[in-house]
């Protein structure tokens, strides 16, 4: 940490001052000068992360810098014997000092424009999916950024094309999957730029590998070849191919290929399935030569996240496909799914997905991925995929040190109601699905944006390929070499290799496991449950004024708040006062970010979204007439508790920042009402 009397980067004395606009008070604070505190025991978190305060400047300053001059150094030792193409004597002219003139003040300028940005880094920010980011990751983006690799083919990214494949391995073993290039099935995992993206790829997959047996009957048909020992004769129908589950398929796909490597009759077969399949004909071909795909669905809960919609149009699937199946306490109800897919089925609508959602982003909540698996045993085939774009990290905290699966207890040790029964068994579950997707720039604290995707089955990648030789036929080691070339599998065509660095070496300092990495989520559901325990003491504080309640168990360290002024009835007057009650945390451009306590984020939850258990439920702890509303949605404010110094407090003698925030809130809202 900067000391009293040094000079931070903006060249003011750093130590002594909370840095605010002139003639400004911070709201709530009198005027703060930094004391010494006395030595206590080191946080074990302490050492990962710049801090809010920057109080490991020192070692992000010297180790960034050395790993600067590392690199400069590796420039002028690449062929030393090189004229220079930048002349010492260049160096003095005036034409070249003044672009670097220009280029600092424009730097300048940017720093002082960022000045006005959220202070995510700091503990006061409870707002969205963002933090502070851990340390070893950030400088590893930093510095290989000067390297500038893009990971689309080891050509031009011959290192960190081998850091993302791992960086994959360490999340699938983190989740389940097998790794292992001898055992079928062998996981795959890779970066993209965020979770859309990975659903879009991820759903992109289901299509090809549902689709694929329906091609392969077109083109024996049409060429007389059908391959032995595989389930796909003339007879078949649609609905029956469609039966098929993934693995089935992919399996399927194999023996295929290594009949037309082998059988002189191959190469016709090939060539006639390469252009039967709906990657080449395109869905509306595909549809008229099999009509009941005209209607194929992909059935997602109503709290699964916008992309999916967006997947939807990207893929020709038409929005108007994606079936909403309704939730209890915001979570998938296994129930309603099984009478979606029975209503699919009496429709002949073939589903083509199947989406869990693994910590939805509004509400933190956690579906039930063992049940999701329970159903799929009646209604088999679809591809089952699990959206953990917010919970993906959480499976460290279920891991050993050797990627075992803990028991329940061992999980729970140090928590008070983390994780439930249930939430045990849908972590477990994770494992058999066939693809998740994870946000490592979310729970994984790393910069934007990084998202993966995770197959469990990696043959799936082999189906959407841009090339087409005969693929299933080589050994495990020639695999392992083939799918470096990622951009053949993927949907993106450049991609940052700075952003494997950073994954790869937090997993490497902090790895993916209950002891290391699973500590830092610990933190932060602790942190969770407090705050979750603290309300009801809130709730009796200011019940004279304000009824408030948690619409949502939280399953992990994401929680949501109501609040209604006492005595209204009305929801929409309960939500005018909530976006009022709002203002007070939320970030406005055009003021400055110190004139906040704290932040935080909001969203609506659309009462269609709601069984009348839960509205009744609701209804009568907010005292608000849900059975009668006048508005279509109930307003929430969003905490999101990622930062690890939550528990921590502001200042010595003071509360923790949780307690400091309901203080705040409990002011906030007696100042509304008393206006």
């Not at 014997?81 to 220009?102: H, K, S």
């Not at 603290?534 to 949502?552: C, D, K, M, S």
């Not at 006048?630 to 010595?652: A, E, K, V, Y």
């Amino acid at each position: 940490m900067l000391q009293p009397g040094t000079a931070g980067s903006d060249g003011v004395a750093a130590g002594a001052q909370i840095l605010r606009a002139p003639g400004v008070e911070m709201p709530g604070h009198q005027t703060v000068r930094r004391v010494h505190r006395p030595s206590r025991m080191t946080d074990p978190l302490a050492p990962f992360f710049l801090g809010a305060y920057g109080e490991n400047n020192d070692f992000f300053e010297k180790t960034l810098l050395e790993l600067v001059r590392d690199h400069v150094f590796w420039r002028r030792n690449f062929h030393p014997e090189d004229e220079p193409p930048i002349g010492t004597r260049d160096q003095y002219t005036r034409a070249y000092l003044d672009g670097l003139a220009r280029t600092r003040h424009e730097l300048h300028q940017l720093t002082a424009a960022l000045k006005r940005s959220i202070p995510s880094f700091h503990p006061r920010y409870l707002g969205h999916m963002v933090s502070d980011l851990l340390l070893p990751g950030l400088v590893a983006q930093l510095v290989t950024t000067l390297y500038n690799p893009n990971n689309i083919v080891e050509d031009v990214a011959p290192i960190t094309v081998q850091l993302e494949l791992e960086v994959g391995r360490q999340l699938a073993r983190m989740l389940g999957f097998s790794v292992d290039g001898g055992h079928e099935p062998c996981a795959l995992g890779h970066l993209t730029s965020g979770g859309t993206v990975a659903n879009d790829e991820a759903l992109w997959l289901a299509r090809s590998a549902r689709l694929y047996p329906l091609a392969l009957r077109d083109a024996s048909a049409a060429t007389g070849v059908w391959v032995p020992d595989v389930a796909v004769g003339p007879s078949r129908s649609d609905s029956e191919l469609l039966a098929l589950g993934p693995d089935e398929v992919l399996a399927l796909a194999r023996r295929v290929s290594t009949f037309c490597a082998r059988d002189p009759r191959g190469a016709e077969l090939f060539r006639a399935l390469v252009a039967s399949r709906v990657e080449e004909l395109g869905l509306a071909t595909f549809a008229e030569r099999h009509p009941t795909l005209r209607r194929a669905a992909v059935v997602v809960p109503r709290t699964a996240h916008y992309s999916w919609h967006k997947a939807m149009s990207v893929l020709g699937l038409g929005d108007v496909n994606l079936v909403q199946v309704p939730v209890r306490q915001a979570r998938l109800d296994g129930a309603a799914l099984t009478r979606a897919l029975e209503t699919l089925r009496r429709e002949d609508r073939p589903v083509l997905a199947v989406v869990g959602v693994y910590g939805t982003t509004e509400f933190g909540t956690l579906d039930s991925i063992h049940e999701l698996l329970a159903v799929r045993q009646r209604f088999p085939g679809f591809w089952l995929h699990v959206d953990a774009a917010w919970g993906g990290y959480l499976p460290t905290l279920f891991r050993d040190r050797k990627g075992g699966l803990l028991p329940h207890a061992a999980v729970r040790d140090g928590f008070r109601h983390f994780p439930s029964e249930r939430v045990y068994r849908a972590t477990v579950a994770l494992a058999e699905v066939d693809s998740v997707t994870v946000d490592p720039h979310k729970l994984g604290f790393v910069p934007f944006g990084a998202g993966a995707l995770v197959v469990r089955n990696r043959r799936a990648l082999d189906l959407v390929q841009q090339e087409a030789p005969y693929v299933f036929t080589s050994p495990p080691d020639e695999d392992e070499r083939r799918y470096r070339k990622l951009g053949r599998y993927i949907l993106e065509g450049s991609k940052p290799g700075a952003a494997a660095a950073a994954c790869y070496v937090n997993h490497r300092v902090l790895p993916l496991d209950h002891d290391h990495f699973g500590r830092l989520l610990a933190r932060s559901v602790q942190t969770c449950e407090r705050l979750a325990d603290r309300i009801p003491a809130l709730r009796e504080e200011l019940a004279p004024w304000v009824r408030v309640a948690i619409p949502f168990e939280p399953d992990c360290n994401l929680i949501c708040l109501a609040f209604n002024p006492a005595g209204n009835r009305s929801l929409k007057a309960a939500n005018a006062f909530g976006r009022q009650l709002f203002e007070s945390v939320d970030v406005r451009p055009d003021r400055p970010v110190q004139l906040k306590e704290f932040f935080g984020s909001s969203t609506v939850v659309e009462l269609e979204n709601l069984g009348s258990d839960e509205l009744e439920r609701i209804g009568t702890d907010l005292q608000v007439d849900l059975a009668r509303p006048d508005d279509t949605g109930l307003f929430l404010f969003r905490q999101t508790l990622m930062n690890p110094w939550l528990q921590t407090s502001p200042g010595p003698g003071e509360p923790s920042y949780v307690e400091a925030y309901c203080h705040f809130l409990s002011r906030q809202i007696r100042a509304l009402r008393d206006r």
